[in-house]
DNA sequence: CAATAGTATTTATAATACAATTAAAGAAAT
DNA sequence: ATTTCTTTAATTGTATTATAAATACTATTG
């Protein structure tokens, strides 16, 4: 069990927050006052009211006087904070949140791509060569599956060079590692799908930019292809 | 002056964010320790520690015992935070960071549009040619250019009717602004322009995704050859 | 020299008291 | 009855003090 954090007000921010995401305290709604929260989790004001803090900063609630501690609308909701994130994906697994997933991290990774071809840098290209190696040693089962294919896109963002794209890499990688739990895809990669990435990678080396992005438009567009396939899918059985 | 906030705590974060972001306190280094900070800002350790934990929270520090508050390495950084993205860029203007925030945003803006051509609402589209009619209206004087053309692109990011994407309104509004600031555009839109907004929004609204796509990363990529041209300009004269 | 124990510094937590804010109830006026 | 004002009470905001826990640094010891 990875619940057990740092410190007490870690603790409740953790216990609070995937309460929050997962609906357990709903959007308008209110949470337990300050003096509850100290009572329903044995801990002083102190801690209790550092954690309201901590997830105000992360704009899952508000508190205000005489009003309490109210859940704050989910458009407030810092999606791209590594934790808000986490605990809305882990806690509630949604085809269709996977789908609005993937058309972002489609958004993200062809421009990378195209990024990428224009200011990799020497190590940069080697870091993404280095992730195709272990591609290819996956579709031989040598090397683990998932963690070659995150590689890859993240050395492809990290080869942008471009800070708003490189704090996105948490996302990406949290955005794969839900798409594979989903897609049941634990099998190993295809030689398809490696050439496919192979191809990117060559145009980036050799700063074809626009045929980087096209090509990496495709992957994704293929990607999100599957997922509508199975809420499709979904949507006839009920 | 806009540096009166709701309370100390709030008033504490968003000076030592200030600071943090403008470089005075850099990166790898430390902070004063709360008992520093309680004399330097004269308020009690309960509200310097709330302002801590909320700093924390949002990815500027980190602070343990006995090694103090330091100032977080920049890819810890929450960029996609309405405050730390506002420090950033109203605090440290620069022509470099511009373009990367430009970068994202062509991303974000060309895929938006092709998903506003899937999933447009009716609301979505009367919205968006509510604001094509305040851009006409600029043209003339008769409206306000900077917000018609902010308009116009929340209008289409929010027909995305993608969480993800309408979470990032902000972070494109804010890039319009600080783009309007830096490239002395303080004229009118012109004709022109305009009517690079009106095809946007007449593929949309026939749901011709990929032309809508097309159109608006033509637009994106012009907004970022201009930057582009102006610091090549910069780099001439140094 | 290396491992160990001790010390001091800083954050973490607790407990208590009071102030400030404000929603809601009640009173007064029209 | 309706509005306006006042009061009340609930809740967060701030301050203070005390103690615990964590850990970088120092000293000791074998």
Request: proline share 2%.
């Amino acid at each position: 069990m990875e619940s057990s954090h740092r410190n007490l007000t870690h603790q409740l921010v953790h216990d609070l927050g995937r309460k929050i995401t997962e609906g357990i305290y709903s959007v308008g709604g209110r949470l337990p006052s300050e003096a509850d929260l100290c009572v329903q989790f044995n801990i002083s004001r102190t801690a209790t009211r550092e954690a309201v803090k901590m997830l105000t900063a992360k704009g899952l609630i508000s508190s205000r006087p005489r009003q309490g501690i109210t859940v704050a609308d989910f458009k407030h909701w810092n999606l791209f904070d590594a934790d808000v994130l986490n605990w809305i994906l882990l806690g509630r697994p949604d085809l269709y949140l996977l789908r609005h997933f993937l058309q972002l991290r489609l958004a993200i990774e062809a421009e990378a791509a195209y990024l990428a071809a224009q200011n990799a840098s020497e190590d940069d290209l080697i870091n993404i060569e280095n992730a195709l190696i272990r591609m290819k040693d996956a579709t031989t089962g040598q090397d683990d599956t998932h963690e070659a294919d995150i590689e890859f896109h993240q050395s492809v963002i990290s080869a942008t060079n471009n800070p708003f794209f490189k704090q996105l890499i948490n996302f990406i990688t949290t955005a794969l590692k839900v798409n594979i739990r989903f897609t049941n895809r634990m099998i190993a990669v295809t030689e398809d799908e490696y050439q496919a990435h192979v191809e990117i990678f060559e145009f980036i080396k050799n700063g074809n930019s626009q045929a980087a992005f096209d090509a990496a438009m495709v992957t994704q567009r293929a990607t999100i292809a599957l997922v509508d396939a199975q809420i499709v899918a979904l949507e006839n059985k009920s």
